[in-house]
């Protein structure tokens, strides 16, 4: 057995010694947060990277979700999908809404726009949808119902760094995306977040939300929150914008060794690729069906385990069964994506990932 570990993920370190003229010139700024040198220039990148207009600089991602819904006045009930991590679900809570669950659909497991109708009531005013693992969720359909029904739509995007699909940026899609730039998502600012929008009104809106409502020095036009993210953090981001693509290519070369080897084993299944979509390779689960395989999910999870090799269960349980959630309606009647909690292991996948440690993790799969 090998002693050291394999984790799911492992951090986009950029290296140490050309981070250190950023801090320099941090220090020669004496500038340390509130919209420096360091974000402004962060802003103006990611936005030419990602193909987006707007965007806004937050701590992390779910202050960045929870001010984008009360950027856009969220009232009542939210439709949502279970299948994600519990902070889609939270930030709909912490602005005083009912999450309503909406099953997922069984190709990639986003958001079943067939099943979102039903659960419109009057007290609907938006729509949560989330790109699951980077797979686009169905954004024409979901456009189309928020149209009818006068919704709004926000993307929980935080899987979607870069993604585009028939070569326009994903993040575009609805009224406003969110991206989280935490230290285990493929692009970091160690914690982090943005919100992306479609007008330079509406980023004053958010970047006054996330600063305590300020608008100027001595007016605040609203009760907003400090949700800020600093210069250190910003130039993290900046010398890590140089990598992402090379990180991007090398996660990609072993998404396709995982497929190429896992794609004939009986009772393992992983997602197949929408057509016209530039992914991130961000993750790569498979779903183990117990009675071809032979074996339950959570017995080769710990197998994998003794071997020193953490996947982890995402997304195991289903935000819908937690506590604070469980004894909605809505919560109740959720099959697909119960299934695919059940059977899902996200493999371990990070740019440095060695080719014989990804061999060790195949024959484990493949016994
Ligand atoms: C990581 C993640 C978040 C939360 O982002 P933080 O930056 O950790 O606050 C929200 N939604 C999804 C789907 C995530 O994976």
Redesign the pocket.
Known sequence: MDNKPITVTSPLLPPLAEFVPYLQKIWDNKWLTNNGEMHQDLERRLAEYLGVEYISLFS??????ITALQALNITGEVITTPY??V??THSIFWNKCTPVFVDVEPKYYNIDPTKIEAAITEKTTAIMP?H?YGNPADTDAIQKIADKYGLKVIY?A??AFGVKKNGESILNAGDLS?L???A??IYSTI???AVICHSQEMKHHIDNLKNFGFRGETVVEEPGINAKLNEVQAAYGLLSLKYIDDAIAKRKQIVEHYRAALKNISGISFLSEQSGVEYNYAYFPIFVDEAKYSMSRDTLYEKLKSNNILGRRYFYPLISTFEPYRELPSAQNLPVAQKAAEQVICLPLYPDLEKEDVERIINIVKR
């Open positions: 992390n991602g779910t202050l960045a979700l994600s991590f902070a889609t989330v699951v929980d935080a899987h969110v989280s730039f935490h285990t998502k914690e982090g977040g």
